[in-house]
């Protein structure tokens, strides 16, 4: 398991929720390291960047318009196997199919309103993180709890 990056965005259902600092807690709690993170409205043209393999599914125009609506609270996370465990705190896509302790069986039911959105792949990651962020933006630094989170660096 190598140490990589993903992206997490909390969507504008999760910020006007107040659930910031539930979900930022959440990944904090399990160990990983917050790198980067900004409150931003991105605009439509960035979002359809974004999501541009959706592009031909008949929900697309209803997701930009949704994600344009509020502001996103765009981060990233660092760690070991950073992008699987992040998609496992999230919890299934569809609200009603993830379980309890996860941050969607917890705070969301609606697939259209399911609070955050996770990298699926490390190559994914990579690009979300690229479009997100400039590079002078993810912040290199060393955690003092590292030690006491994994056995071996």
């Known amino acids: 398991m190598a140490t990589e ?17 539930p979900i930022v807690s ?8 917050l790198v980067a993170i900004k409150l931003v409205t991105p605009g439509k043209a ?9 592009k031909d599914k008949p ?5 930009v318009e949704y994600m344009n609506s509020g ?17 496992t ?16 069986g917890d705070f969301a039911i609606d697939v259209g309103r399911n609070v955050c959105h996770g990298s699926d792949s490390v190559e994914n990651a990579k690009k979300e993180i690229a479009l997100w962020f400039k590079d002078d933006e993810l912040i290199n630094w060393k955690s003092a709890s590292a030690p006491w989170i994994y056995e071996k660096p």
């Open 89 to 104: 705190l999230l919890g299934a896509t569809n609200p009603l199919a993830s379980a309890p302790g996860t941050i969607r």
């Open 46 to 54: 960035h979002l359809e960047q974004h999501y541009a393999d959706l």
């Open 71 to 87: 502001p996103i609270c765009a981060m990233v996370w660092e760690g070991r196997d950073a992008v699987k465990t992040g998609r």
């Open 26 to 33: 959440r990944f904090e709690n399990r160990g990983y390291k």
């Open 5 to 21: 990056q993903t992206f997490i965005a909390i969507k504008p259902d999760g910020v006007q929720r107040g659930l910031v600092g």
């Open 59 to 63: 929900f697309f125009p209803g997701l």
